[in-house]
């Protein structure tokens, strides 16, 4: 059986006990709530969110158009949240449910249409868009499509919910006609934000303004600056200081915006531990998608438990989030600079293909439980395909296939 079996025996395979791309909690006869996870310290924006909610209609797109730490996500998210009682109610006009798909993760048109259809029991057959298009019609959906720049094939996601209610976050201007500007936060909320992750090191108004003048007011510029203050306990007048000598202040308001998440993640990066830089490596190489410390482990040829001190180092500087067991990516902006800037060995990569192979092997021979596991980390291990490919890895291609 080779990985892409192994991979989707969750999303072909039994409904009745395999979930596969979707996992439902209580009754899975009700209408479903897929909710992105809440941003924490969401500052402001409440003219924005009062825009997107009027917005929402069956058969309408909203596009929330923005460079990558704008924010645009975080609307989204908060507006879900605020819609649905933080996941305790349906919103409001939309019974048939609530849909997230996150590109970023997956950017894969059919995953996304297949979700959609395995979301209301539909077999993903003949085709996942034919299979999406029955499971949606005669519903009234809300349906929330992230990152959408990175998808492969929008307009035919798009085609196939015309009858939704749906939100796009994107970087990219063209697509859809109803698009809202995402701009930088004002300086008050911004000044607010800061404050509210560098906690006691930021109580200083005048270089906390500076800061955030410096860094354009970027909510993802803030929290990267604000966490390091709060980690490294490092007044703000202190970090401005620092800040000052950087070239961003001979920049303009637009270019800082658009800077300064390089520039703060190299300050982070050259205070944790070889270690912990080792393993945002690895995240960068893998999907944008929740992982847990084995795979990170195995490529670097350490113990999973020995890698919790830096695992914490990355979540204490706000590169990494922790929720349970798994890690992620505090941004996909996060996850391009590692690949940009702290590439992995071909060695580690090897391992990491490797620990993917045989984990595969075990649990696609486990029944349901091994599937819904296996369905966890599908999109890292068709990610390392990828890589493996990308460095005419060939013989680590073959044992995965």
């Known amino acids: 059986m080779d990985i892409y079996q192994r991979c989707n025996i969750g999303i072909i395979g039994d409904y009745a006990h395999v979930e596969g791309g979707i996992h439902f909690h209580g009754d899975p006869s009700k209408p479903p709530l897929q909710l992105p996870p809440k941003h924490d310290h969401f500052i402001g924006r409440q003219e924005k969110i009062d825009d997107l909610i009027a917005s929402l209609a069956p058969g309408h797109i909203t596009a929330l158009w923005g460079p990558g730490g704008i924010g645009k996500s975080a609307i989204a998210s908060e507006v879900l949240h605020k819609l649905t009682d933080g996941g305790q109610r349906l919103p409001d006009g939309f019974p048939d449910g609530l849909i997230w798909h996150d590109f970023y993760r997956t950017p894969s048109a059919d995953a996304a ?63 859809v006609s109803d698009r809202r500007e995402i701009e930088t936060l004002p300086p008050q909320d911004a000044e607010t934000l800061l404050q509210a992750w560098a906690e006691d090191m930021a109580q200083d108004p005048e270089p906390l303004s500076h800061i955030c003048q410096l860094v354009g007011n970027l909510p993802l510029a803030l929290r990267l600056a604000g966490a390091y203050m709060g980690e490294e306990k490092e007044p703000a007048a202190q970090y401005l200081k620092w800040l000052e000598s950087t070239p961003l202040e001979a920049l303009d308001f637009g270019d800082r915006k658009n800077q300064s998440v390089p520039v703060l993640l190299k300050k982070s990066l050259d205070q944790v531990s070889n270690q912990a830089a080792a393993i945002l490596s690895i995240a960068g190489v893998l ?83 091994g599937y819904a596991r296996l369905d966890h980390d599908k999109p890292h291990i068709l990610q390392t395909i990828n890589i493996c490919l990308n460095r005419n890895l060939l013989e680590r291609v073959l044992e995965l296939i």
């Open 113 to 175: 249409l297949e979700q959609i259809a395995l979301t209301f029991r539909e077999e993903p057959m003949p085709t996942p868009q034919d299979a999406a298009k029955r499971a949606l019609s005669g519903k009234k959906v809300l349906l929330l499509l992230d990152g959408a720049e990175a998808a492969d094939d929008l307009n035919r996601v798009l085609e196939t919910a015309a009858a939704c209610a749906v939100i796009v976050t994107t970087r990219n201007r063209e697509g």
């Open 287 to 369: 999907a944008f998608a929740p992982f847990a410390r084995e795979p990170a482990a195995a490529a670097l040829h350490a113990e999973p438990d020995k890698l919790r001190k830096p695992f914490r180092e990355l979540t204490g500087y706000a590169l990494l989030v922790r929720s349970d067991d798994r890690y992620t990516l505090s941004h996909a902006l996060i996850g391009t600079y590692a690949r940009e800037n702290l590439p992995p060995p071909d060695s580690a990569v090897e391992r990491l293909a490797v620990f993917f192979t045989a984990f595969a092997e075990e649990h696609s021979i486990a029944g349901p439980t």
